[in-house]
């Protein structure tokens, strides 16, 4: 059974870093899209970045750009989200999502099958 497991949110203050974990396990990983999502109270669940697993192809929101960073280690089964010049529009419940890669990356979170539980991210101003 596929399991990710979130971890590495709280509360900071708008210019601080977080870094989200997501250890994944139940199956090799080698073949898949790797993402974090976000939903804010009230809002959609949108997406804030992929990884496919090889490391070979990257995406990141515009709103992210320049200030996150995906990345994962394969000997560890884990991705990680590196979060930098945090700002209080950035406050939401931190989801990573899993899928087995066909073609492009994608970014609706109708396309992944696996989802970890969450962790909450606050930035306060």
């Known amino acids: 059974q596929v399991q990710l497991v979130e971890s590495g949110g709280g509360l900071v203050q708008a210019g601080d870093s977080l870094r989200l974990s997501c250890a994944a396990s139940g199956r090799t990983f080698r073949s898949y899209d790797m993402a974090w999502f976000r939903q804010a109270p009230g809002k959609e669940r949108t997406i804030v970045a992929v990884?496919?697993?090889?490391?070979?192809?990257?995406y990141y929101a515009d709103s992210v750009k320049g200030r996150f960073t995906i990345s994962g280690d394969n000997a560890k089964n884990t991705v990680y989200l590196q979060m930098n010049s945090l700002k209080p529009e950035d406050t939401a419940v931190y989801y990573c999502?899993?899928?087995?890669?066909?073609?492009?990356?994608?970014?609706?979170?109708?396309?992944?099958?696996?989802w970890g539980q969450g962790t909450q991210v606050t930035v306060s101003s």
């Open positions: 999502a899993a899928r087995a890669y066909v073609g492009a990356l994608v970014t609706s979170p109708g396309d992944y099958t696996y």
């Open positions: 990884i496919r697993w090889s490391g070979a192809r990257l």
